[in-house]
């Protein structure tokens, strides 16, 4: 009936990243153990109870506040256990508060949950907390990952609006880099009803429909605007999509593969030596291995300056104390 019967440990289980993850693993039979872990409480609690009145048969669902007892015997661990962001503010705002939880969290999986697959860091900013996850826990660069599928689903919907066509009319939407306003959208691989993007730039129209090089401008400043207008419309950040993205990354884990968006991956040498980014993510039996195509020298730029950005906001957490010098890193997880 599910695909697993593994531990999945879910963090931030009373908030609404948290709860919806823990209902689509049970919704989409994807996992029937999970442990919920949260510090507050009441709202856990409260969570939890919703869970048990689905009525999932099957479901084996704990929760606690003791992060050690929800991570003892996990072999998967998504995480939304940060700071969410709120109106006006960007994702880097964020950066030493939740990078002082990630840190905490790598040496809590350490701890507890060395023997980890897959590890998934939902909270913000993905690509610095996932890398300082990564740095304390110890775990190989495979078994951890973060959420960078959003970014291109948003660009998938945004180009389906534009036509007017249903979203899956439109294929091979993928951002790389960052997960922030220094994202590269790309234009490489994508097809509108079919047709490659570059020839509906170069002219050609879809569904009675062109796109100019000034509106395809615009569309990636909305791509890289969508948390934030997310935000202005509900009033919260996104929960819905996220939940469900993650779990999607974790079927991917467990059948092998399956998944076709962008995932965030360690880049260990290479051209984005010392980051962990969205890349191309092929999911194998020893974890997720990442790389990025080629593109054209405009994409090219971006994706160098998404880089270049992403270094400067890991140097400053490794200024702060929050991880250690990129040569020191091997001393505190030997895969590095």
Not at 51 to 76: F, N, Q, S
Not at 115 to 126: G, M, Q, R, T, Y
Not at 263 to 268: H, I, S
């Amino acid at each position: 009936m599910y695909l697993t019967d593994r531990k999945v440990a879910v963090l931030g289980a009373a908030g609404a990243i948290g709860s919806n993850i823990v209902q689509d693993l049970l919704s989409t039979g994807t996992a029937s153990r999970i442990a919920m872990y949260d510090p507050f409480a009441t709202a856990l609690q409260g969570a939890a109870q919703e869970i048990y009145h689905c009525g999932y048969p099957g479901a084996r669902v704990t929760w606690t506040t003791d992060l050690a007892e929800a991570l003892t015997g996990a072999t998967y661990i998504i995480t939304s256990g940060g700071a969410p962001r709120k109106e006006g503010m960007t994702r880097e705002d964020l950066l030493k508060g939740n990078c002082e939880i990630a840190r905490d969290l790598g040496v809590a999986i350490r701890a507890h949950a060395p023997d980890a697959e897959l590890v998934v860091v939902i909270f913000n900013p993905a690509d610095i907390t996932g890398l300082a996850v990564l740095v304390h826990s110890g775990l190989r660069p495979g078994h951890v990952t973060t959420l960078a599928a959003l970014d291109s689903t948003r660009l998938q919907s945004a180009l389906a609006a534009h036509f007017d066509l249903p979203q899956d009319a439109v294929t091979g939407c993928a951002t790389y880099g960052g997960h922030g306003e220094k994202m590269a959208v790309v234009k490489r691989g994508i097809r509108i009803d079919g047709v490659p993007l570059v020839e509906v730039l170069a002219g050609r129209t879809i569904n009675g429909r062109s796109l100019s090089a000034e509106q395809w401008k615009a569309v990636k400043d909305a791509v890289r605007q969508g948390g934030a207008a997310i935000i202005k419309l509900r009033g919260r950040s996104s929960f819905q999509s996220p939940a469900h993205q993650s779990v999607e990354m974790l079927r991917a884990r467990i059948q092998e593969g399956g998944y076709p968006w962008p995932c965030g991956v360690f880049f260990g040498e290479g051209a984005f030596a010392g980051v962990m980014m969205a890349g191309d993510a092929e999911f194998t039996p020893t974890g997720l291995h990442g790389s990025v195509p080629p593109m054209d020298d405009e994409d090219r730029a971006e994706l160098d300056e998404s880089y270049r950005h992403i270094c400067a906001l890991r140097d400053e957490v490794i200024a702060a104390g929050l991880i250690p010098p990129v040569a020191a890193w091997t001393n505190h997880n030997r895969y590095l």
